[in-house]
């Protein structure tokens, strides 16, 4: 999950850090052509808190919302120029106390089945410890004979499969590439990852370290462990307010390997780290949404890193929360960020829209400028 509390209640003492913080990139006399090149998608409207984003395997978005509402979307034609979207549910809103008002991260674990974390917030990113759980969201009832989802014929199922009493806020969730119906939890609040089986129904702690999961004692509200990836055979995450990259090794099946340890990956200059992607394809380039920050980061195996979008007093990635690739033929290379539309924290001090989806061709960054004597 991503950010701090309700609308107006920022703490000051975080909105100075923030008003001080400025982007930093690699010191480079060579290096890609930045910003890159970006295109609206689609907009919602003001306010939405566009908080998670899957994209499948034939182009279609997920999308989920922690604010106003908890609500999942689903996005056709993002490449082309006449995306469409349509709502597949809408859960609450806060501050209701007895349905999930919150839908943090999704991931399909199966054609046309998917695993998404949700539970209650008393107010924005402020969580109500033992309402969280893995739900499911099915959507084979709603096919034609033409396996076409969106001229829906039957409404989806969804239910709740795995409650976790014993968890904080659930901000993020990945599948296991060999058996995707088992899926790694980010625990925010607590400083955990958890291991669920979407089918049998079971949960357990797969990874706890508190030095690079847990939040930092002087942090505003409870993000610790945020952002989740999977490559390599290693576990990725992002500490939100420490605004630091670790991994750890793990087995096919979910655990971590024998002897394994948490390594460091990079450290960046910002207040608040949100979700994380690898790519384009196999390149081992990680992408990071900074959230509160505006901005995207590219980073390198090195752990050095470039903003490649955005910047603290820009409305373009205002509030950049997931970033996610595009699956279809061609568009490989097109980084997709969901936004917050800042609402949290307003740029500029008072400026914030609606949560948005944006479209960055990566293409640019691999291809050295005029100085390296380059393509």
């Not at 689609?42 to 279609?60: E, M, V, W």
């Not at 349905?99 to 109500?128: H, K, M, W, Y």
């Not at 999961?213 to 945020?226: C, D, E, R, T």
Request: charged letters at 15%.
């Amino acid at each position: 999950m991503r950010v701090f509390s309700t609308i107006g209640l920022l703490p000051m003492s975080l909105v100075l850090l923030l008003g001080s913080s400025t982007p930093v990139q690699a010191n480079k006399t060579c290096g890609p052509s930045v910003p890159l090149p970006m295109r609206l998608v689609h907009q919602f409207s003001k306010p939405t808190y566009l908080q998670c984003l899957h994209i499948r395997a034939n182009g279609d978005m997920l999308l989920g919302t922690v604010f106003p509402n908890a609500s999942i979307y689903y996005l056709t034609g993002a490449s082309t120029d006449n995306p469409t979207v349509s709502t597949i549910h809408t859960f609450a809103g806060i501050p209701s106390t007895d349905v999930i008002n919150g839908v943090t991260g999704i991931v399909e674990t199966e054609p046309d089945v998917f695993a998404f974390t949700g539970g209650i917030q008393q107010s924005l990113g402020l969580q109500r410890n033992g309402t969280w759980g893995v739900w499911q969201l099915d959507l084979r009832p709603t096919r034609n004979n033409n396996n076409n989802t969106n001229n829906n014929t039957s409404a989806p199922i969804i239910q709740e499969l795995v409650h976790i009493p014993d968890s904080g806020l659930l901000s993020a969730v990945v599948a296991l590439p060999k058996t995707p119906t088992v899926v790694l939890v980010a625990d925010t609040s607590l400083g955990q990852v958890l291991r669920v089986d979407t089918v049998t129904r079971r949960w357990e702690v797969a990874v706890r370290d508190w030095a690079s999961m847990h939040y930092p004692p002087w942090a505003s509200l409870q993000f610790g462990v945020n952002g989740l990836a999977l490559r390599g055979g290693y576990l990725y995450w992002t500490n939100s307010f420490v605004a630091a990259l670790y991994r750890i090794r793990m087995t096919d099946d979910g655990y971590p390997a024998p002897g394994a340890v948490v390594e460091d990956v990079a450290t960046v200059r910002s207040l608040f780290v949100d979700g994380l992607v690898f790519g384009p394809g196999e390149r081992d380039t990680l992408w990071a949404a900074t959230n509160a920050d505006n901005r995207v980061l590219a980073i390198g195996e090195d752990g050095e890193y470039t903003t490649v979008a955005g910047a603290p007093d820009e409305m373009t990635m205002a509030g950049a929360v997931a970033p996610r690739f595009g699956t279809l033929p061609g568009d490989e290379h097109t980084l997709y960020v969901s936004t917050s539309g800042g609402v949290v924290l307003p740029v500029n001090g008072t400026e914030f829209e609606g949560g948005k989806v944006v479209a960055v061709d990566t293409r640019p960054f691999f291809h050295p400028n005029n100085e390296c004597g380059g393509l």
